[in-house]
């Protein structure tokens, strides 16, 4: 079950999401993952639509399934990953 897949510290990027060894690793494991959409987007266009998804998605994550203390923590991965797609 890719699910369950647990990332090691390679394959993440210091900058919050997944680096480019963290994305091959998951495509090896059965998972299609692309780039965060990061730069200037058309409205309306697939990337600022994917962006609004992602940001709605975990926004609500970082709401929901976060404590206060990561929720506030500028360095918690979920906060990276936000800033890094431009929430």
């Known amino acids: 079950d890719h699910c369950m897949v647990q990332f090691k510290a390679k394959h993440k990027s210091k900058s919050g999401g997944l680096s480019e060894a963290g994305r ?3 495509k090896s494991q059965g ?3 692309k780039r965060p959409v990061t730069g200037k ?3 309306g ?3 600022a639509n994917r962006r609004a998804s992602f940001c709605a998605r975990m926004g609500g994550m ?3 399934l976060t404590s206060s203390a990561t929720a ?3 360095n918690s991965r979920i906060n990276k990953a936000l800033r890094k797609w431009k929430c």
């Open 24 to 26: 091959k690793y998951a």
């Open 31 to 33: 998972m299609n993952l």
């Open 41 to 43: 987007v058309k409205p």
């Open 45 to 47: 266009s697939k990337a």
């Open 62 to 64: 970082k709401k929901k």
């Open 72 to 74: 506030k923590d500028p």
